[in-house]
Structures are given as structure tokens and as C-alpha cells.
């Protein structure tokens, strides 16, 4: 079955910490997505990447397809990073994408 | 650019009732899609296309219609409301390359309550 855990599910922090979000998944991608959802609702794309690793900013993502993971990291962490952070990923002969259930961030001043 | 537009933004329906979901891009994107969002899941895939005439069922068609008779509009079809499908409702689309899905832009979504 094709699948997407992220974890963890909920993070507190304190501004200015560093901030990792995992994701992992069970079968072979084409590509794998992260995604931001504000607190409005909105959702926005951050990051598309098969292989190595993506900077924008303060926030960067890394993908290791041996093992089948990926992390997405916050630098410097700021009190508008709160969001909901998603995964998705677009399996290997399969032209849609799968979800993982997004990890709640906060970041407290 | 407008990019990805849903209307309506809200809806309440009464059981058995029916309605269309509206979605529209400007952004010449053959690929579009239909999630549902409920608390506790993750976004879920309902219907998708890759380009106009074509279409596709996600991990959840069932109680949904689509069709695809231009590239810019992606209408989506509540045939008879459930409570079951209360939700918010995000319509995404972009480019389509072959098997890989590329980087989407989503709408602002439409809250959807069936009573």
C-alpha cells in the first residue's frame, strides 16, 4: 500500500529554535512534495524534489531515497512559520498525489 | 494572474440535495484535482484530469462527478449530499509532464456543510 507518515504530528517551539519535520514513505516516487497550510486555510507549495536537497530562505528540504525519507527544516524560527506543514507524494507509475496528515507547528515569541 | 479560483466559498445543503463546485485556472495547467480535507486526515484525493476530455478517480469518488470540457475549468459534482460529505473542499492544479505531478497550486477552498 502506498503511504505517507509524518511525524511528528503537533511541535512547539520557541522562536529562533531549529525546527525538522519528517516524512516518510513505503514505496518507490517520482517525486515528493512539502506544503504549507496557514492558519487561514490556504495552502501553498514549498518544495518539489526527487533527489538531494532544496534551500528557500530559512527553509530547507532534504530527500534521501535509499531510505525512503525526507525532512523539511525551519532555520532561525519565526513566530509566521506557524502553520501545518504537509508531505505529499507522487508514487512511482501513479500520476496523483498521496498525503501525509501534516504536522502542526507553533512557534511561541 | 487570477491562478486558482473555487466558488462558492461556502455552502450549506440539506441531505439529498445537489450542487457543483466551481474551479477555474488561468494558468494553462493541463493537470487538475479535487481534495477533501477532513479534521484528523490528510488531504484526500477525489477525481483528477490530466488534460481536457480526460479524467480520473482518486481515493475517494464515490457520491462525486467531474468532467473537463476546457483546459481552465474543473467543475466538480455533489450528485445527492451526505453528511459524510461535510468538508472543505480544495481544488489544485499543474503542469503535467508525463508520470510526474507537479508542483500544484491549490484555490482557496469551499466549506461544505450537509445537514
Redesign the interface.
Known amino acids: 500500500k502506498n503511504e505517507?507518515e509524518q511525524s511528528p504530528q503537533n511541535l512547539t517551539a520557541q522562536e529562533g529554535e531549529f525546527i525538522t519535520i519528517n516524512c516518510s514513505y513505503s514505496v518507490g516516487i517520482?517525486?515528493l512534495?512539502w506544503?504549507q497550510q496557514h492558519p487561514g486555510?490556504?495552502?501553498?507549495?514549498l518544495f518539489?524534489l526527487?533527489s538531494g536537497k532544496k534551500k528557500h530562505g530559512r527553509l530547507i528540504a532534504t530527500i534521501n531515497v535509499q531510505e525512503k525519507h525526507s525532512s523539511l527544516h525551519i532555520t532561525a524560527s519565526h513566530p509566521r512559520d506557524s502553520a501545518v506543514y504537509?508531505c505529499?507524494v507522487?508514487f512511482?507509475?501513479?500520476?496523483?498525489?498521496?498525503?501525509?496528515?501534516?504536522t502542526r507547528l507553533t512557534i511561541n515569541p | 494572474n487570477a491562478g486558482v479560483t473555487q466558488t462558492p466559498k461556502f455552502q450549506v445543503l440539506k441531505t439529498g440535495q445537489s450542487m457543483t463546485l466551481q474551479c477555474a485556472q488561468d494558468m494553462n495547467h493541463e493537470?487538475m484535482?479535487w481534495?477533501r480535507q477532513d479534521p484528523?486526515?490528510?488531504?484526500?484525493?477525489i477525481h483528477?484530469s490530466?488534460g481536457a476530455g480526460i479524467t480520473?478517480q482518486?481515493?475517494v469518488p464515490n457520491g462525486y462527478n467531474v468532467s473537463r470540457s476546457t483546459t481552465e475549468d474543473f467543475p466538480l459534482r455533489l450528485l445527492s449530499a451526505a453528511p459524510s460529505q461535510t468538508s472543505?473542499y480544495?481544488c489544485?492544479s499543474s503542469l503535467?509532464r508525463g508520470?510526474?505531478?507537479?508542483?500544484?497550486?491549490?484555490g482557496?477552498?469551499t466549506r461544505l456543510t450537509v445537514t
Open positions: 505517507v517520482s517525486a512534495h506544503l486555510g490556504g495552502i501553498v507549495s518539489m526527487s504537509i505529499a507522487g512511482q507509475g501513479a500520476q496523483k498525489l498521496v498525503f501525509g496528515q501534516g | 493537470y484535482s481534495y484528523g486526515m490528510g488531504l484526500r484525493l483528477y490530466v480520473d482518486g481515493e472543505v480544495f489544485a503535467n508520470p510526474t505531478v507537479y508542483e500544484q497550486y491549490f482557496p477552498g
